[in-house]
T-cell receptor
Framework: DVKVTQSSRYLVKRTGEKVFLECVQDMDHENMFWYRQDPGLGLRLIYFSYDVKMKEKGDIPEGYSVSREKKERFSLILESASTNQTSMYLC????????????FGPGTRLLVL | KQEVTQIPAALSVPEGENLVLNCSFTDSAIYNLQWFRQDPGKGLTSLLLIQSSQREQTSGRLNASLDKSSGRSTLYIAASQPGDSATYLCAVRFGNEKLTFGTGTRLTIIP
């Protein structure tokens, strides 16, 4: 079974803090993704990566950065957290290009005060 | 703009009934379409993946169909059970690398 894990289920941070969300997958997948999910807006892609040290912007990259130093790990960074970044963050991974299923982690619910 | 729409946003059905969830998309040039299930506060679980060359996929009590020409997909659930209660999300891979998600249908099965 594919397993995608996220470092925290719940996180509370203050405005201006630097926040790291970690995602690890154990199936040697090339592709990894970060989404945020908000009521009424659905899932929106923040960043994705097709290989180590490679990253591409998704639909809403502003205020975020990512790091992929190892194939199994993809980190999402909020350089200076703001209240409008309060959301559910979901990581996913997949094998190959375009045609493969994405497997999701359990999510991190982030509250920025 | 490529969009995915799921209507209705919520649906309640008595246990044992068959039901259909709908998904529509704006561009017929798709690579594939995927149905997910999400339980409250949890991540997404993939249910079925239909490639653009396929018309349907089946897994147990679930059957997903794809009609590219009309821009529609349906997820059919047979003999519904209370454990089927969840939010069901449709996601489409258009002619690029990214998945575009609908906002989901929240399904409640009434015992």
């Amino acid at each position: 079974d594919v397993k995608v894990t996220q470092s925290s289920r719940y996180l509370v941070k203050r405005t201006g803090e630097k926040v790291f969300l970690e995602c690890v997958q154990d199936m040697d997948h090339e592709n990894m993704f970060w989404y945020r999910q908000d009521p009424g807006l659905g899932l929106r892609l923040i960043y994705f990566s097709y290989d180590v040290k490679m990253k591409e912007k998704g639909d809403i990259p502003e205020g975020y950065s990512v790091s992929r130093e190892k194939k199994e790990r993809f980190s999402l960074i909020l350089e200076s957290a703001s209240t409008n970044q309060t959301s559910m963050y979901l990581c996913a991974s997949s094998y190959g290009r375009r045609r493969e299923t994405q497997y999701f982690g359990p999510g991190t619910r982030l509250l920025v005060l | 703009k490529q969009e995915v729409t799921q209507i209705p946003a919520a649906l309640s059905v008595p246990e044992g009934e068959n039901l259909v969830l709908n998904c529509s998309f704006t561009d017929s040039a798709i690579y594939n379409l995927q149905w997910f299930r999400q339980d409250p506060g949890k991540g997404l679980t993939s249910l079925l993946l239909i490639q653009s060359s396929q018309r349907e996929q089946t897994s147990g009590r679930l059957n997903a169909s794809l009609d590219k020409s009309s821009g529609r997909s349906t997820l059919y659930i047979a003999a519904s059970q209370p454990g089927d209660s969840a939010t069901y999300l449709c996601a489409v891979r258009f002619g690029n690398e990214k998945l575009t998600f609908g906002t989901g249908t929240r399904l409640t099965i009434i015992p």
